[in-house]
């Protein structure tokens, strides 16, 4: 399937990932047309230009006619919605996601899909605080990288296809990875540094602490304003990748609370200088996006 | 002391802090005078107009005509430089600092300095990753915090002396706090943010993971760039609350860390919960100060 601006899409939820989704394929002139829960997201969606239409059930007509199926859902709603509605789906038609966890969800999906529909899964790294459809913006796609995720049963061509939506989105880096490696890396990446930000800012009591913060801080648990919902079910989906990051993470902060603990102060110093030279390829990257 | 256009300051060490300082008092029309290390620090300094006049030395009329002396040094390098030289000082200057720890120093500073000289101690709770005066910028300064921390030896002029200072310099908030409560909240807010962002930096190879990244681990490591000269030494300074800081810390994300292994999904999400509520606190503060 070539992806391009006749490609006909539908994105099924319409929150802050599956509006940002939207706004971005409708601006590069695609057909988009959306399915959430609530009316008037719907309406909202619409009165906005960001879906040409909608519907709050899946709606034979609607999923027919769709070219890709975009699923910004949970991950156990997107099983429970293939489970329920795949019939309505168009033969040839291309399944993807943005799941924050792979391994689980994509081989559930492909156990169950028909076999006249592919299922590629992708994971675009890039979100807002707050939910809903009126936080939706694609400009936080612009740089930002998008992975596909395919297994040995997905074809080159549905690959292509992932990656030219991400291309469409505006991602800066697209790339591939296992499902195993994705979660691995985004159990570190992602995960540990939600569950990082949330310890840091529920271990102590720290009411007034406004007044006397600096902005590490507030770096730091900019994250802490967590979706409760989601992020237990992803940590939960990715379990023992987490709890091994985890672990990775606890080895390396006792190792530091001893250096300080004895004044060792050179090996204090040699893991800051590790830590500034590894840093510094992260922003290389960033600046290399922008 | 009232603190005016018409004081005159000198600022001795023109890095990021103390360049930066000597940018804002300069275009609030103060007198600024700066001693540092490098000729080439003062010429572009000069040349600026960032300082009026600056020396690589205490040079004794730059020193005695200063009405309050800004020390934006390392801890240990302030002790020296009052041992050394504070008979230079003129009878009745006020002397203030910016070190990121306050108890050891100032028991130190006030058991040493002569009688006839004041020393209040402040904490700017803003900076810049990068050193030097090439990278002070005033601008970090707006809405940001200033801690003044007086002790039972100050006068309650120097105390609003050094409140206006932090207004002059554009800080959006000026507050009070105890030497040891100072040291207690900035081992949390600060120097545990920094041992985290570090850890969590070098707990694994990360090389090409760039590729893959969202916004949250940039920001989580963002000072994980760190000038591991300094801050080994303001860890060393305040071990003991550090290493407090760093138990509670440890504490909770084990806590969390159980939750995770136990599949307890309501006791994340209510840790969740917990922590987006207590986050909002300090995002409000944010908005109020712009």
Same mark, same amino acid.
């Given at each position: 399937m ?117 299922f /590629?899964?992708?994971?675009? *790294?890039?979100? %807002?605080?707050?939910? =809903?459809? #009126? ?5 936080v &796609? $612009? ?52 569950? /990082?930000?949330?310890?840091? *800012?529920?271990? %102590?009591?720290?009411? =007034?602490? #406004? ?5 590490? &801080? $507030? ?23 987490l ?13 530091l ?13 040699e ?20």
């Amino acid at each position: 399937m070539t992806i391009n601006s006749e490609t006909r899409f539908l994105i099924v939820g319409l929150g802050v990932m599956g509006g940002s989704y939207a706004k971005a394929l409708s601006r590069r002139g695609c057909s988009v047309s959306g399915i959430t829960l609530e009316q008037k997201d719907i309406d909202y969606a619409v009165a906005q230009g960001i879906i040409a239409r909608g519907s709050t059930v899946p709606d034979p007509g609607l999923v027919a006619s769709a070219d890709v199926i975009v699923f910004a859902l949970y991950p156990h709603t997107f099983v429970e919605w293939i489970e329920r509605y795949q019939h309505l789906l168009s033969p040839g038609a291309l399944v993807t996601d943005v799941c924050g966890v792979k391994t689980s969800v994509i081989k559930k999906i492909q156990s169950i899909l028909r076999p006249d529909v592919e299922f /590629i899964s992708a994971h675009p *790294m890039a979100g %807002r605080e707050g939910s =809903g459809i #009126e936080f939706s913006d694609d400009a936080v &796609f $612009r740089g930002a990288n998008y992975i596909v995720t395919p297994t040995p049963s997905n074809t080159p061509e549905a690959v292509e296809a992932a990656k030219e939506i991400g291309r469409m989105l505006g991602f800066g880096s697209i790339s591939e990875l296992t499902p195993e490696r994705h979660d691995e890396i985004v159990g570190y990446l992602s995960q540990l540094t939600h569950c /990082i930000a949330v310890s840091l *800012m529920t271990c %102590r009591q720290s009411e =007034g602490m #406004e007044l006397y913060t600096g902005d590490s &801080f $507030r770096d730091l648990t900019r994250i802490a304003r967590i979706n409760d919902d989601m992020w237990s079910e992803l940590f939960l989906l990715n379990r023992e990748q987490l709890l091994m990051q985890m672990d990775e993470f606890e080895n390396e902060f006792r190792r530091l609370r001893s250096f300080i603990s004895y004044g060792d102060r050179e090996s204090m110093r040699e893991m800051m200088r590790e830590s500034t030279r590894r840093r510094a390829l992260f922003d290389k990257k960033k600046q290399g996006d922008q």
